[in-house]
């Protein structure tokens, strides 16, 4: 059927990104046509340290106030396009369509949901088609740094919308399944409309290379570490699993997985078959004891230097279960994500305290990045010869060169760079942004009590609750010992003779937190401010039931 022909061809195909076009994560789009909207992804972002109480930023709504989104169809099942889901499902009238691996992951969000929620969960497979509204929606293959994740092909009335999702183009995929080049090359020659392509590594040359890449390094370590081996990773990179996994069986060394993110992936990976472990090999964290340091490896969380993952306290030998020693090596087989390097450098003195060598993406290629490089970029834009190119997936300067890199690609393609909260229309009279909607982000707190965009959701909550509790606490910057009785201010917090003397017990309770914490914890202001905030927050909850704001002000002299 040609476009002319199709039903509701006089409505305008509108796609409106609300987020993700402009940054790194956060990706959410509406795509619509006449009676007919669907939502692409529904991701999240994490805060910034600043951004005190929060625990994960989703995009503004508001925008989908006027359209009726008649399904949620995920591309695969990474936080940054499925971890605002829950949040979402309000606005989602339909059901929510997704790949197996994708929507296991899903699931485990939506714990407190009810069956028909649940229910609504479609499972769907490479090349299958399904119908939403004016709809046709299709799922290739595409290759990325986790299983089963799926570009969109979307036939409106208007023509084809092509949206990659997160992709590389990994030729020696470890599961076998490779980028759907073929049906990608017939819609090509068909006619596409618009492409929404991936832009994340358009900055760097060449290809990203398969994950198979990381294979010869890690044989290295495996051949040359004395002790154990602990490597940290993303919680979701499962091909990366695999390799240490057939590492280990071929190295006789047994495995655990240490933190929670990476047991519980791990687990879903194995029920599904996307994971395969060899016999034997497998023990639990609580076990590593039992065994001679040479003999074991770790796979744990911790790679972005997070105050409360597996490595942060396995650095400053405070895991019950994993202590590090002089033969032992730590590899950071993950991407320092921007703005978290001063946290993952400090992590990685406190392991080099600990006597064991620290190996990272600097030093050895233990780690490929996920998304395709400017020669997968360019192929995927030559297959496809789109009318109209939208960069998606990356700041503004990398949506930028991509446009350049689309324009010299594909000189007869018209390039839209757009942010969110720009609409785009593709009419009669072609394709352009139109005008802006509402576009922002909502901070959330894990108690999901409701949302805000502009301010913190717990701060309000813990303020109009208990009030707040500020230590303010003197250390020194080399000994890491308290300086002066700490000094205590409050706000909002009901004074009487009961909360009063509570008040006086917190300088001695302050000081026995830095007395039972190590010199390395007391001098790493993120470790200890982590570590005050907890104390204090258990210690009003059992002897008060109150829950304040804990908010720890170390000061280093």
Do not use: W
């Amino acid at each position: 059927m040609s476009p002319a022909d199709s039903p509701g061809i006089d409505a305008p195909l509108e796609i409106v990104p609300l987020g993700g076009v402009g940054e790194f994560g956060m990706n959410m789009m509406v795509i619509a046509c006449g009676d007919t909207a669907i939502l692409v992804d529904a991701g999240v972002t994490f805060p910034e340290p600043e951004l005190l109480g929060v625990d994960l930023i989703i995009p503004d709504f508001r925008p989908l106030d006027r359209y009726t989104i008649s399904a949620l169809v995920l591309t695969h099942g990474h936080e940054d396009h499925i971890g605002a889901a829950a949040h979402v499902l309000p606005y989602v009238k339909g059901p929510i369509y997704g790949t197996a691996f994708t929507l296991a992951l899903v699931e485990n969000k939506l714990e407190e949901a009810g069956e028909e929620v649940k229910s609504r969960l479609v499972r769907v497979k490479p090349r299958q088609r399904v119908s939403i509204g004016s709809f046709v929606v299709e799922f290739l293959r595409v290759t990325h740094s986790m299983p089963d994740c799926v570009a969109l092909a979307i036939e409106t009335p208007r023509g084809v919308v092509v949206h990659t999702g997160d992709f590389k183009i990994d030729q020696t995929p470890l599961d076998g399944e490779h980028v759907d080049f073929h049906r990608i090359a017939q819609l090509g020659a068909a006619g596409v409309l618009v492409l929404l392509a991936d832009s994340t590594n358009i900055e760097r040359r060449g290809f990203s290379g398969s994950e198979l890449d990381v294979v010869d390094a890690f044989e290295e370590i495996f051949t040359s570490a004395k002790g154990k081996i602990v490597v940290a990773m993303f919680a979701s990179s499962i091909y990366r699993m695999q390799i240490l996994a057939d590492l280990a069986a071929q190295f006789d060394r047994q495995l655990a997985f240490v933190g929670r993110g990476v047991v519980d992936n791990s687990e879903i990976a194995q029920r599904l078959g996307y994971l395969r472990i060899p016999a034997g090999v497998l023990i639990r964290d609580s076990d590593l004891k039992s065994y001679p340091a040479q003999d074991v490896v770790c796979i744990c969380t911790g790679s972005q230097g997070e105050p409360q993952a597996a490595l942060s306290r396995i650095a400053i030998d405070d895991h019950r279960h994993v202590k590090l020693g002089e033969d032992d090596v730590v590899v950071f087989s993950a991407r320092e994500i921007p703005g978290n390097e001063k946290a993952i450098g400090r992590v990685m003195n406190h392991v080099a305290r600990r006597g064991a060598d620290v190996i990272h993406e600097g030093t050895r290629h233990v780690h490929v990045s996920g998304h395709g490089s400017e020669e997968e970029l360019k192929l995927m834009l030559s297959l496809i010869r789109p009318r109209f190119f939208v960069p998606i997936h990356g700041e503004y300067r990398q949506l930028a060169r991509h446009a350049r890199v689309a324009a010299r690609v594909s000189p007869a393609t018209k390039v839209i760079l757009a942010e969110n909260g720009d609409l785009i229309r593709f009419d009669d009279d072609g394709g352009r942004v139109a005008e802006r909607v509402p576009a922002g982000r909502t901070l959330i707190d894990g108690t999901r009590s409701g949302a805000v965009g502009d301010e913190v959701l717990r701060d309000r909550r813990h303020l109009s609750g208990d009030g707040l509790v500020v230590p303010v606490v003197v250390i020194g910057r080399q000994s890491g010992a308290l300086e002066e009785t700490p000094d205590i201010i409050t706000r909002g917090f009901v004074l009487d003779a009961r909360t009063e003397a509570l008040l006086k017990e917190i300088p001695s309770l302050l000081a026995a937190t830095l007395e039972t914490a190590s010199v390395e914890e007391r001098t790493d202001p993120g470790l200890i401010k982590e570590r005050i905030r907890v104390d204090l927050q258990r210690f009003f909850r059992k002897r008060s039931g109150l829950r304040p704001l804990v908010l720890p002000v170390i000061m280093e002299i």
